[in-house]
């Protein structure tokens, strides 16, 4: 057995514990595991490469110095999305930022938590050149929605849809009630509907 694979045979708890005893290259192994999720977490926040990177990079830094304060190491992944919550919150904060439109298929098949059905057909549309078309102007609409929503709205989107967390989960990483995710989420959408009226017929559902 290799190294490598012994490694991804460990739980994540196991690997905090032992981080948290300082055993040499255990946090080396929950960064290699989890970077590219947290990296992508907050690429979809952000929608600025070198910004996420910076960000991802910072909340694996935080998380090793607050490391004694994790009780559950099975959800070490939670918390680095906290530390990404917080950084980006922070930025945001400390400078105008400019919106972004970097979105992609944001809205899967499923409800958001509220028992609503997806915003915006996505199936694939093949090869048709004037359903490709649609689909594209669709989805530049969708992106442009969305960059124009509340940062606290768009946080619950990317971790419900994105993420695939349920309203708990989203409400332990934001540190908000459940009852307020859900209100975010059914706003948010909302606002997405009323932005996006031309693409939905008058029963607000898709064309």
């Known amino acids: 057995m290799t190294q490598d694979t012994a490694r991804t045979m460990v739980s994540d708890a196991e690997l905090v514990r032992r ?3 300082r055993e ?3 946090f080396d192994a ?3 595991r989890h970077y590219a999720r947290v ?3 907050a690429l979809n926040l952000t929608g600025d490469g070198d910004s996420a990177g910076d960000i991802a990079q910072s909340a694996f830094v935080k998380t090793y110095d607050a490391l004694n304060r994790v009780r559950d190491g099975q959800a070490i992944l939670k918390f680095l999305y906290r530390a990404v919550v917080n ?3 922070d930025r945001a904060r400390s400078r105008e ?3 972004w439109t970097l979105f992609t298929d944001l809205l899967r098949p499923g409800d958001d938590g509220n028992g609503s059905t997806d915003l915006l057909d996505t199936a694939d549309p093949g090869l048709d050149p004037q359903r490709l078309l649609i689909a594209k102007d669709r989805d530049e609409a969708l992106r442009s929605a969305i960059a124009g929503l509340p940062g606290e709205f768009r946080e619950a989107l ?3 849809h994105l993420e695939g967390m349920d309203v708990r989960e989203i409400s332990e990483v934001i540190g908000v009630p459940a009852g307020t995710v859900k209100s975010r989420l059914g706003r948010a959408r909302a606002r997405l509907r009323s932005a996006l009226a031309e693409w939905l017929d008058g029963d607000g ?3």
């Open 39 to 41: 990296f992508n977490f």
């Open 30 to 32: 929950l960064f290699d």
């Open 24 to 26: 040499s290259g255990a």
């Open 19 to 21: 981080a948290q005893n």
């Open 97 to 99: 930022r400019k919106p």
């Open 158 to 160: 990317v971790l419900h």
């Open 205 to 207: 559902e898709p064309q």
């Open 87 to 89: 950084l980006v919150r």
